[in-house]
């Protein structure tokens, strides 16, 4: 399968050059399914944290998380929300369904394998949605914040939470373009720049907030009516 930008659509600027498709997202789910909390569950929790943190604080009950993953965030979630979360790899999802049977406060309304770019949801579903480390790993992220819009409400929230690509030249620029020719293996784009995923409308309306460690992750929170 490859990825596919549908006519009229732009990737962005500072897109990757080398695009994932959603079966290069498949496979390499399938390989980080059993390790991933162990390997990236610990250097991700503060952004991750952060962010449901701002969704707790936020007056939205009906939450969307998109590329759910293994569920990190879920036992998270204050009781009194409700969430759906939506993920392209099954195998990130059973272990999601596995945490969610040991217990969470939130209700969780599904767990679903579907495709951030292209949700079965309709419109205004939600009050607010957020992708936790999934912005560089979707084939097509503009594509996926078109949907994020439109199935939260108007008036609610949208929240990122990323790496980003260094906005300067320097040690860890370099370092980043290094290691992108191997996004295909690891399953995201370490070169993955703001402008990518979000238009200059969005990119003026939105918050950032640096995360630990070392700031190499964003959290972004951005008025859904924000175009
Ligand atoms: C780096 S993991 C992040 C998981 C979780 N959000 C977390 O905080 O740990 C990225 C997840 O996005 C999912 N994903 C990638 N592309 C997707 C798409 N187009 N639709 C739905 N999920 C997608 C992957 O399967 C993977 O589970």
Known sequence: MSATIRQGETRGAGAPARPLD??????A???????YDSVFGFVS??????AVAALNALPAERLLEVGVGTGLALPHYVAGKRVTGIDLSP????????????????????????????????????????????ASVVPNPRRMMAEMRRVVRPGGTILLVNHFLAPHMGLRRGVERAVAPFSRALGWHPDFAMETVLSPGQLTAATLQPCPPLGIFTLVTLPRDAV
Not at 22 to 27: N, S
Not at 29 to 35: D, I, K, L, Q, S
Not at 98 to 126: C, I, K, Q, Y
């Open 22 to 27: 959603a079966q290069d997202v498949r496979d």
């Open 45 to 50: 929790r503060p952004g991750r944290m952060r």
């Open 91 to 134: 195998e990130m999802l059973a272990v999601a369904e596995r945490r969610v049977r040991e217990g969470v406060a939130a209700t969780v309304e599904g767990l679903h394998e579907m495709d951030a770019e292209a949700m079965a949801f309709p419109d205004a579903s939600f009050d607010a949605a957020v992708a936790m480390f999934v």
């Open 29 to 35: 789910y399938r390989r980080w399914a059993g390790v």
